[in-house]
């Protein structure tokens, strides 16, 4: 069972910035489209962003052009760069690693992201 390995997050206004990191427990990230989604109150998760091991990415409309993701292969980690935040994007965020050999689906345990007005 892959584990993954979140930091970031916190309390910001609105306006403000955050980076989010995650990093898997083994050694296979090669092998990994890694993500960020998000559950706010009341609502279902969604996904942030994407990438996949050629680092091509996708990107949610809501935060196209404000959030970037990226992966250092060297480091095993996915970033998500949350700039121009707003009150909305308050929410638990939440890794994902999607392998590619085995198909299976892995989650982070959650970061708590928010967002004052």
């Known amino acids: 069972q892959v584990q993954l390995v979140e930091s970031g997050g916190g309390l910001v206004q609105a306006g403000g910035s955050l980076r989010l990191s995650c990093y898997p427990s083994e050694k296979i990230f090669g092998w990994l489209v890694m993500g960020w989604y998000r559950q706010a109150p009341g609502k279902q998760r969604e996904l942030v962003a994407r990438i996949t091991p050629g680092s091509s990415t996708n990107y949610a409309d809501s935060v196209n052009g404000r959030f970037t993701i990226s992966r250092d292969n060297s480091k095993s980690t996915v970033y998500l760069q949350m700039n121009s935040l707003k009150p909305e994007d308050t929410a638990v965020y939440y890794c994902?690693?999607?392998?590619?050999?085995?198909?299976?689906?892995?989650w982070g345990q959650g970061t708590q992201v928010t967002v004052s007005s």
């Open positions: 994902n690693a999607f392998d590619m050999r085995s198909k299976e689906d892995h």
